[in-house]
């Protein structure tokens, strides 16, 4: 970027990223919503009031990473981590562990891991894989029926907003990838990034979003397609 050696770059991904690896996205045709109300499987009250489906709403979801890989995006976006000049951090919406599959190091999962549980009584956060169920003990504090998935629900604070409002505060590049930019605070970062003086601001979609005018350049594509090649620019022009 002309003037710039060593700027700076934050990357937001959505669902978008991961489709073409086989995972459902949320809100499209196929959408993973479709067929379960959001509040049924995706909030606090639910699992206090359903905890079986909300157990086996995640348990088919952690189980169904076995089936899939990293797509080219998600390599090409670990090749940016590796070969960008400055500083860079990768801001995930997505749950699946994909972006590390590929080998992704700068990463955040704003909304939890599919990978990862807690009990809610030790308050401990570990590494999971099987199945987990209401008669669940913890493994760390023997608690039965205290453990949940590692997933930020509805009505709950997404992780890591404080790093992320610090990297957004000096950001110089803004990409964002495969997200439809209907939930806050993700939604609002494109705004954020602009305000505090980003100089690019790019948007790859299939289609255009809720979010798209706050974007200076949109590339309209598949993430499989459009990621590498946005990469290759980045590190050739940077
Ligand atoms: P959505 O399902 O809302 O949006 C997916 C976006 O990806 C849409 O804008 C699609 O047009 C786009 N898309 C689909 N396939 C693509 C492809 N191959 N290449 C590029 N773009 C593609 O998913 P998110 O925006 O990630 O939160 O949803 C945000 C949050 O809503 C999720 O993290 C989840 C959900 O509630 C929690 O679970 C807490």
Redesign the pocket.
């Known amino acids: 970027m002309a003037g710039l050696t060593h700027p700076n770059l934050v990357v937001l991904?959505?669902?978008?990223?991961s489709?073409?690896s086989g995972v459902p996205?949320?809100?499209?045709v196929d959408?993973?919503?479709e067929g379960y109300h959001?509040e049924e499987v995706?909030s606090p009250e639910a699992f206090r009031h359903t905890p079986e489906l909300v157990h086996r709403f995640y348990n088919l979801r952690r189980a169904a990473l076995h089936t899939v890989q990293p797509n080219s995006?998600h390599h090409a976006l670990v090749r940016l981590e590796q070969a960008w000049p400055g500083s860079f951090l990768h801001v995930t919406?997505?749950?699946d562990d994909l972006n590390e599959r590929a080998g992704a190091k700068k990463l955040r999962h704003m909304?939890?891991e599919l990978r990862k549980v807690r009990c809610l009584w030790c308050r401990n956060v570990m590494d999971w894989e099987s199945d987990l169920e209401v008669t669940t003990a913890c493994p760390i504090c023997e608690k039965v029926g205290k453990m949940r998935p590692d997933?930020?629900?509805?009505g709950e604070m997404p992780y890591y907003i404080e790093e992320i409002t610090q990297a957004l505060e000096t950001v110089d590049v803004f990409v964002c990838?495969?997200?439809?930019?209907?939930?806050y605070p993700?939604a609002g970062f494109a705004r954020q990034a602009a305000s505090k003086g980003a100089k690019r601001l790019i948007e790859?979609?299939?289609?255009s979003?809720d979010i798209s005018s706050h974007f200076t350049e949109r590339r309209q594509?598949?993430?499989?397609v459009?990621v590498p090649r946005l990469v290759e620019e980045l590190l050739t022009t940077t």
């Not at 996205?25 to 499209?28: H, V």
């Not at 997933?151 to 509805?154: G, K």
């Not at 790859?204 to 289609?207: A, D, F, K, P, V």
């Open positions: 991904t959505g669902a978008g990223l489709a073409e996205t949320f809100r499209g959408g993973l919503w959001i995706a995006a919406q997505n749950v909304h939890g997933i930020v629900w509805f990838i495969g997200t439809s930019g209907v939930v993700a790859i979609n299939l289609e979003t594509g598949t993430a499989s459009e």
